[in-house]
Structure formats: C-alpha cells, structure tokens
C-alpha cells in the first residue's frame, strides 16, 4: 500500500496484515544482532576510554595532560562527524576484518566506532560527579588506583552509567536503521527498500513501529535497573 493511492487509515490498517510482518519478522531479528553486539563492544570500549580520561584529567588519579587532551582532542573529532560518513570511514576496516564492505557484521564495526566516543564522554561525566572527599579519604586509609577505580568511582555511578548506557543503546539503535542504507539488514534495510523505493508504505509504518518499541523498551529497562539500584541505597 501507498499514501500515493491510498488513505492514510488504510495504509495503518494495512500496516498490521499478516503478510506485513511475515516479512519484515527475519529483520527484527538482524536489528537485534546488531544492537547486542554494538553494544557490547561500545560498553567495554567505551567504560575503558571513559575511566581513562577521568584518571588522566589534570585533577585525576594520574594527572597526564598531553594523554587527556590529545584523547580528547581525538573523541570529539569522532563525536563531530555525522554517523552517515562514519558508516562510510569505516569500509575499509569492514573490508580488512570480515572481507567484504557489507552485511551485518561489517557493519556492526562502523556502529560501534560511531558510539563509543559518546558513550565515552559519558562515563567520565558520570565519574567526575564523586566528590574529591570520597576519593582523598580512599588515599588516606592507603587505597590504590585501581581500589579507587573500582571499589570508588565505578560502584558509586552505576546508577548514572546504567542511565548513560541506555542514552548510548538508543543511539545504536538508530544507527542500526542508518546502516540499512549501506547494506547491513535490519529494520532500516526493509524500510529504504520496501518503503522508500517501492513506495510501500504499510511495510514503512511497520518498520517504525518495531524501531519505537525497542527504543521504549530499552529506555524502561534503563530506568527500572538504575532506579532499583538507588531505591537499594536509599536514595529514592
């Protein structure tokens, strides 16, 4: 169905046929691939940069300036190219990891890439929210960095990570539908082609129907983890 030739009503009723989601279900599950990995990669990579920043910040653990600002320097010239061209940077790292420039694996690299420098900036946001006194009184009693890093700093922002994270989801989320552009699959694929293309506009609403549930899933789960946390400490 098309909005060309056919009443909006129509084509949302048309949205929910059968035939609709026997054909878009088999990219709701490449989404899902997508999203997971990305994230996990994102998450590891991105809670590494993000506790390096922080302990290398001129008033960090390990005050290292020229580390900080060239690391710096760096993530926000990731942060600053549109995700549409850092699909695009990210071909020939696709090419040289799985072969080809193309399909969902290679494009989970040129994701990840896009969202780990924010999630980056993230974390060290969330870490320098602790207060010097906690951390002066961690050294006092002879904590090392690393008891400070992860007895200190990590426990006490999890709250604000886990809400931070969920932030940083939604955007692979988005990006996941972008890259169906470039040939990874997914909801954004069968979105360009069918409904972009083709002018099917039932298989479009459908397709944007999948990519709001995810995003108030994600943004429910991200909610309820930090708020179970803070209500456990008593600060809810």
Partial sequence: MSLLDTPLWEV????????????????????????????AIMLVLGLLLG??????????LVPMTSLYTGSGWLINCLR??????????????ARLFFGKSYGTNACIIAIAASCIPMYARIVES???EISKGKVEAAKSIGSTNLQIIFRILLPETVPSLIRGFTVAVIGVISMTALAGMFGAGGIGDIA?????????????????????????????????????????????
Avoid: C
């Fill in 12 to 39: 949302i009723k048309g949205s929910f046929a059968p035939e609709v989601w026997e054909r878009i279900t088999p990219s709701i599950f490449e989404t899902l691939y997508m999203t997971v990995l990305s994230s």
């Fill in 126 to 128: 969330s870490l320098l």
């Fill in 192 to 236: 360009v082609r069918f409904g972009y293309q083709r002018f099917q506009h039932d298989v479009l609403f459908a397709a944007v129907y999948i990519l709001i549930i995810l995003v108030q899933l994600v943004q429910f789960l991200g909610d309820f983890t930090s708020r179970r946390i803070l209500k456990k400490r008593n600060l809810l």
């Fill in 51 to 60: 506790i390096m920043l922080t302990v290398t910040n001129p008033n960090g």
């Fill in 80 to 93: 600053s190219l549109p995700q549409m061209i850092m699909i695009i940077l990210m071909i020939p790292v």
